[in-house]
């Protein structure tokens, strides 16, 4: 079974502070995704990554970073974080080709203050 | 780019009845539509998708429709039950080797014994 793990399930950070949110995957896949999830919006793509030290920009990329330094983690940073970025953030994988189902990790809920 | 717009926001429906939730996309090159449900605290979870070359898909309960022409796809569950309520979300992409998914803002279907 693909696991995806998010390496906290709460966090609570302050305005201004450099924040980072991991994700491993156990399944060797190609593919990494970053969203977050706000009510009413549904889940909107931060950044992806189809290979190691690759990444690509989704449609909500300011604000944020990411790095691939190996093909298991996709870390997510916030430079400077804001109010406006807490929420809820997904990681996903999925194997490289067309109709790959994306496999999601159980999310972190981020709370700047 | 691609923009996927899903409805109702919420459906309430008794136990034993149908639900039908639709979505409609605006890129015509999209040929994968995948729906997740997400349940309460949980991550989304792939329950069922179709490619363009196909028109209906069944499982179970569980059934999509494809309307290329129109640009539109649902997702049928029939005789559902109270483990049903969740939120679900359809998704669109193209081709492409790292399968980019747009996603609807997600309905909130709730199941009453």
């Known amino acids: 079974d693909v696991k995806v793990t998010q390496s906290s399930r709460y966090l609570v950070k302050r305005t201004g502070e450099k924040v980072f949110l991991e994700c491993v995957q156990d399944m060797d896949h190609e593919n990494m995704f970053w969203y977050r999830q706000d009510p009413g919006l549904g889940l909107r793509l931060i950044y992806f990554s189809y290979d190691v030290k690759m990444k690509e920009k989704g449609d909500i990329p300011e604000g944020y970073s990411v790095s691939r330094e190996k093909k298991e983690r996709f870390s997510l940073i916030l430079e400077s974080a804001s109010t406006n970025q807490t929420s809820m953030y997904l990681c996903?994988?999925?194997?490289?080709?067309?109709?790959?189902?994306?496999?999601f990790g159980d999310g972190t809920r981020l709370s700047i203050l | 780019g691609e923009n996927v717009e899903q409805h109702p926001s919420t459906l309430s429906v008794q136990e034993g009845d149908s639900a039908v939730i639709k979505c409609t996309y605006s890129?015509?090159?999209?040929?994968?539509f995948p729906w997740y449900k997400q349940e309460l605290g949980k991550r989304p979870q792939l329950i069922i998708d179709?490619?363009?070359?196909?028109g209906e898909k069944k499982d179970q309960r569980i059934a999509v429709t494809l309307n290329k022409t129109a640009k539109h796809f649902s997702l049928h569950i029939t005789e559902t039950q109270p483990e049903d309520s969740a939120v679900y979300f359809c998704?669109?992409?193209?081709?492409?080797?790292?399968?980019?998914?747009?996603f609807g803002t997600g309905t909130r279907l709730l199941v009453s014994p």
């Open positions: 890129d015509s090159a999209s040929n994968y």
């Open positions: 179709i490619r363009s070359n196909v």
């Open positions: 996903a994988s999925s194997p490289q080709g067309n109709g790959q189902p994306q496999h």
């Open positions: 998704a669109a992409s193209r081709d492409t080797g790292f399968q980019k998914l747009v």
